[in-house]
T-cell receptor, first 116, second 110 residues
Framework: KAGVTQTPRYLIKTRGQQVTLSCSPISGHRSVSWYQQTPGQGLQFLFEYFSETQRNKGNFPGRFSGRQFSNSRSEMNVSTLELGDSALYLC?????WGAGGTYEQYFGPGTRLTVT | KNEVEQSPQNLTAQEGEFITINCSYSVGISALHWLQQHPGGGIVSLFMLSSGKKKHGRLIATINIQEKHSSLHITASHPRDSAVYICAVTFLTSGSRLTFGEGTQLTVNP
């Protein structure tokens, strides 16, 4: 079974631009979560989607948004990029969602975004 | 406040040594995860625990729910174990959302 894939792997953008990152989950997985990793803040939860609906959202400004398609692929978008948005963006998929949170998550390789 | 703390932040060992990384959390959880991250960023899930102890090869993970504490042990450490080890939990009030510790940078010298 193919793992979680993320595209692109590397991206350089300029302040003020917007960016869209893509995540394809493991076949059959319907839950996709997004995380941001920076040297200063570590790993932080962005949002989680299940069956095309956002189920949970972290403490990020409205410039960060996402969506999930009927084939479970997910995209996240960051508008009006700031220097502080430079980070590794990771997505993870799971074949469950819901109360309890006892489901293993499988991580993709990440997209490294640099904002100049 | 829902928090996760790991110790130590950095750990250097000689090949063959027994290694322990600790994780504590503030409030009730539904599960605790131990993750491994190699240079380049990819994260691999090592264990998911809600009670007791799990073993996989040279890796052992334990959790004490009453004390809100977990440990990751590596027996007979090897240079290929060098990586960042991250503890993450799903709090009872947060569904399946992961909250992460700061990570432990492990370096095993030959």
């Amino acid at each position: 079974k193919a793992g979680v894939t993320q595209t692109p792997r590397y991206l350089i953008k300029t302040r003020g631009q917007q960016v869209t990152l893509s995540c394809s989950p493991i076949s059959g997985h319907r839950s996709v979560s997004w995380y941001q990793q920076t040297p200063g803040q570590g790993l932080q939860f962005l949002f989680e989607y299940f069956s095309e609906t956002q189920r949970n959202k972290g403490n990020f400004p409205g410039r960060f948004s996402g969506r999930q398609f009927s084939n479970s692929r997910s995209e996240m978008n960051v508008s009006t990029l700031e220097l502080g948005d430079s980070a590794l963006y990771l997505c993870a998929s799971s074949n469950h969602w819901g109360a309890g949170g006892t489901y293993e998550q499988y991580f993709g390789p990440g997209t490294r975004l640099t904002v100049t | 406040k829902n928090e996760v703390e790991q110790s130590p932040q950095n750990l250097t060992a000689q090949e063959g040594e027994f290694i322990t990384i600790n994780c504590s959390y503030s409030v009730g959880i539904s599960a605790l995860h131990w993750l491994q991250q190699h240079p380049g960023g990819g994260i691999v899930s090592l264990f998911m625990l809600s009670s007791g102890k799990k073993k996989h090869g040279r890796l052992i993970a334990t959790i004490n729910i009453q004390e809100k504490h977990s440990s990751l042990h590596i027996t007979a450490s090897h240079p290929r174990d060098s990586a960042v080890y991250i503890c993450a939990v799903t709090f009872l009030t947060s569904g399946s959302r992961l909250t992460f510790g700061e990570g432990t940078q492990l370096t095993v010298n030959p």
